[in-house]
Antibody, heavy 119, light 108 residues
Framework: EVQLVESGGGLVQPGGSLRLSCAAS????????MDWVRQAPGKGLEWVGR??????????EYAASVKGRFTISRDDLNNSLYLQMNSLKTEDTAVYFCARAAVTYINHWGQGTLVTVSS | EIVLTQSPGTLSLSPGERATLSCRAS???????FAWYQQKPGQAPRLLIYGASNRATGIPDRFSGSGSGTDSTLTISRLEPEDFAVYYC?????????FGGGTKVEIK
């Protein structure tokens, strides 16, 4: 069974940094593209970014709203995905979902971790 | 950037009725790059449809998808009590994913 478990969320001040982690199990992590998607309270889904697999050189893509501030990385040896978030803004407040992607869509989601950016 | 507009925002229906949810892209997209998700309160989204018309594993056949050009449609043939939720469409283009704003299907 595919499992994705996020951790690392919490309260951070504007301008601060936070690193989210996602522990994956139940599938061959190294084979898959992995995404982060967020959802502000009471709002819809927003794609944050992606890391491709080794076969595609671990290249990354980002939404315009986070490019230059967020960095996605992965550790295939430990089946882990990361989201380093810098220069955080109040509008980054959201539940952040780790997700396994199949290039054109997302086929598995974690339960999410809440990030609150507030002074 | 492609923008997805879902309509209606809210759909009020009774169990057993048919639900038709629409998703329109701001520019033409590859129809096979549309997907649909269901989300219930406090839960993660769940994949329903990918490639515009393919049901994901374990999804009942009352859910169906279609699409071409700028439009995609999700149809629920007969609403079951567990189908009342928020539904999101999604497209893939320029190496990025974009989601629509969602349609809430509520009990009338």
């Amino acid at each position: 069974e595919v499992q994705l478990v996020e951790s690392g969320g919490g309260l951070v001040q504007p301008g601060g940094s936070l690193r989210l982690s996602c522990a994956a199990s139940g599938f061959t992590f190294s084979d898959h593209y992995m995404d982060w998607v967020r959802q502000a309270p009471g709002k819809g889904l927003e794609w944050v970014g992606r890391t491709r697999n080794k076969a595609n050189s671990y290249t990354t893509e980002y939404a315009a709203s986070v490019k230059g501030r967020f960095t996605i990385s992965r550790d295939d040896l430990n089946n882990s995905l990361y989201l380093q978030m810098n220069s955080l803004k109040t509008e980054d407040t959201a539940v952040y979902f780790c997700a396994r992607a199949a290039v054109t869509y997302i086929n598995h989601w974690g339960q999410g971790t809440l990030v609150t950016v507030s002074s | 950037e492609i923008v997805l507009t879902q309509s209606p925002g809210t759909l009020s229906l009774s169990p057993g009725e048919r639900a038709t949810l629409s998703c329109r892209a701001s520019q033409s997209v590859t129809s096979s790059y549309f997907a649909w998700y269901q989300q219930k309160p406090g839960q993660a989204p769940r994949l329903l449809i990918y490639g515009a018309s393919n049901r994901a594993t374990g999804i009942p056949d009352r859910f169906s998808g279609s699409g071409s050009g700028t439009d995609s449609t999700l149809t629920i043939s007969r609403l079951e009590p567990e189908d009342f939720a928020v539904y999101y469409c999604q497209q893939y283009g320029s190496s990025r994913l974009t989601f629509g704003g969602g349609t809430k299907v509520e009990i009338k």
